[in-house]
C-alpha cells in the first residue's frame, strides 16, 4: 500500500507561482511514475505532468512553458512548480502514484488563481 499525501496548494494571482509537493509513503519499492492530474467543478480529472522512474515526462498541452515536474533523488517525492499561473488553472490538483500497475491517489491540494 501507497500513501500520497500532496501540499503546497493556496490561493495566487494571475501571473504568479506555487509549487505543489507529493510525499508517497508505505510500500514505496517499485514506484514507476508520478504524475499531477487535476479536476474542476463539473469537469473530469485530466493529466497535468507525468514522470516516470527513468526520468522522462509528458505535459498537457495548457501547461507546457508554465509548469515543471520533477522529484527528488529518492523517488518519493514529487514536486509541480507552476509559473505564470492563469485563472483558468484554478482546480483540485491530484498526485498520483504508480506502483506494478496499481494507481494511487491522494487527497488533492486546491489551486485558486484570481484574475
Do not use: H
Not at 504568479?16 to 508517497?24: D, F, I, K, T
Not at 480529472?45 to 526520468?55: H, I, K, P, Y
Not at 523517488?75 to 502514484?97: G, S
Amino acid at each position: 500500500q501507497v500513501r500520497v499525501v500532496e501540499s503546497g496548494g493556496g490561493l495566487v494571482q494571475a501571473g504568479g507561482s506555487l509549487r505543489l509537493s507529493c510525499v508517497a509513503s508505505g510500500s514505496i519499492i517499485g514506484i514507476s511514475a508520478m504524475g499531477w492530474y487535476r479536476q474542476s467543478p463539473g469537469k473530469q480529472r485530466d493529466m497535468v505532468a507525468v514522470l516516470t522512474r527513468s526520468g522522462s515526462t509528458t505535459y498537457a498541452d495548457s501547461v507546457k512553458g508554465r509548469f515543471t515536474i520533477s522529484r527528488d533523488n529518492t523517488y518519493t517525492t514529487a514536486y509541480l512548480q507552476m509559473n505564470i499561473l492563469k485563472p483558468e488553472d484554478t482546480a483540485v490538483y491530484y498526485c498520483k502514484t504508480t506502483r506494478f500497475g496499481i494507481d494511487y491517489w491522494g487527497q488533492g491540494t486546491q489551486v485558486t488563481v484570481s484574475s
